[in-house]
């Protein structure tokens, strides 16, 4: 019911299919919820109107920095990052506008 989980749903629906989306909480959103300091991205749009000069290789180096176990998922998270924060924003009308 978290944010993977809409967006999986929403591809299905988008494809034909049929969707139940459940959530083990009593409310959806599983803990996309508890992401109160945004959705993590690199070169997104809202960066590159707010002139923020930011690229996968930054964020994919702070994310190792960090403590990231999977060096390989990290290059694909990160590098995908941007185009998916965009599409969440022109997907569901999102504003993620303000960049931290």
Known sequence: ???AGVS???HLLECGGRVVLVDKSSFCGGNSTKATSGINGSATKAQKAAGIDDSVELFTNDTLKG???KPEVVKVLCGNSGDDVDWLVEKFSLDLSLVA
């Open 8 to 10: 999986a749903a929403n």
């Open 1 to 3: 019911g978290g944010l």
């Open 67 to 69: 403590g990231a176990k």
